[in-house]
């Protein structure tokens, strides 16, 4: 049994532990990790043909493209990526879809559902910084919803954005 001395001593260290120290550290999560365990990238993106009208290339994905990896439903991640806004204010962008790649749903056909991240931000990033690779760290869902962009396979609500450094 603890003296009250002991117990008061305890309380008053465990107070000066930062927070940090205690919260848990995010899961590192790379685009790749979004794909099932056992499917190759190959197989997620299936023929396609060309729309030689517009000049571009129209995939046909196959069931493989909405197959989510479940061992991330409700992970705490921390994953990079690129900003396609989906509302933009003065103050910056909350909400967007989390991308591999530069341009990926404006100029090209958009990636597979399992290759791109909704986003819901605690706070604004930058429209000035839109171009930039970011980390987003936050709670990750598995979620596969339809924007006028594409159809998106995983939700993160964001705690943390910071610029990504090469």
Known sequence: MLSRRS???LF?????????????AP????WDDLIPPGIPYSEIIGEGEIDEINDTWNPIYDANATKLNETLN???????GYIIPLDFSAKGV???ILVPYVGACIHTPPP???QLVMVNAD???PGNQLWDAVWVTGT???QLQSTELGQTGYAIVADEMEAYEW
């Open 94 to 96: 909350k909400d967007f």
């Open 7 to 9: 117990a008061l001593t």
């Open 112 to 114: 597979p559902a399992n």
């Open 27 to 30: 899961r590192e999560v790379m």
């Open 74 to 80: 409700g992970a705490y991640v921390r994953m990079p």
């Open 140 to 142: 990750m869902h598995t």
């Open 12 to 24: 008053s260290a465990s107070a000066l532990v930062p927070t940090s120290a205690v919260a848990a």
């Open 123 to 125: 706070s604004y990033w």
